[in-house]
């Protein structure tokens, strides 16, 4: 997976516009020894109680044509939380406008990519979940962050959620044939 400066995930995602527009180390045993041997080093465990988001690493949209308008899943988004406790949990998405290199270069800009997520696709753990978009009529604007999914858990077992959400780019008359590439930032807090 790809990560932002930030240390957000980051899907890398592409459309193209047609003319129509720790490995483990073993170690033999030690040679014996006749003399006094040390006991082995005592060794803690240090559980990482995290909350994470991952994300595909790369995706294509398809074409269409200028004008036109593409509506492609943009893969699974899962946030797992191994937290203690039951603290609430957010998703946030964003995205960069889409560019075409060349001179001069051409944008899509992020105000014409929108997202919605959907209901949650799997479940594990108690708690509740709530999608940032549950339907279509309620896709957001990428052109400032949106929520894209948040949570609670119930107890201090792991609790995982996974939504697909829906892109869709919609793509300006003026735009010329080729492929533009941009991301979408998805993070958890």
Known sequence: MRMSRAGNPVARASLALVASIVAPLS?????????????????????????TIT??????????????????????VTVADARIGIPPWTATVSATDFTLSGSPTQTIPKANIAYWSGAATVSTGGGTRVPGQATAAQKVALSSSATAFSGRKTAAILQTTAWAPTI????PSSAVSGTYNGSIIHSVA
């Open 27 to 51: 170690l033999g045993a030690p040679a014996a020894s006749a003399g006094p041997r040390a006991a082995p080093p005592a060794t803690i465990a240090v559980r990482a109680d995290t909350l």
């Open 55 to 76: 994300v595909p690493n790369s995706v294509n949209f398809g074409a269409d044509s200028q004008g036109g308008s593409i509506s492609a899943s943009l893969g699974t």
């Open 168 to 171: 869709v780019i919609t793509i």
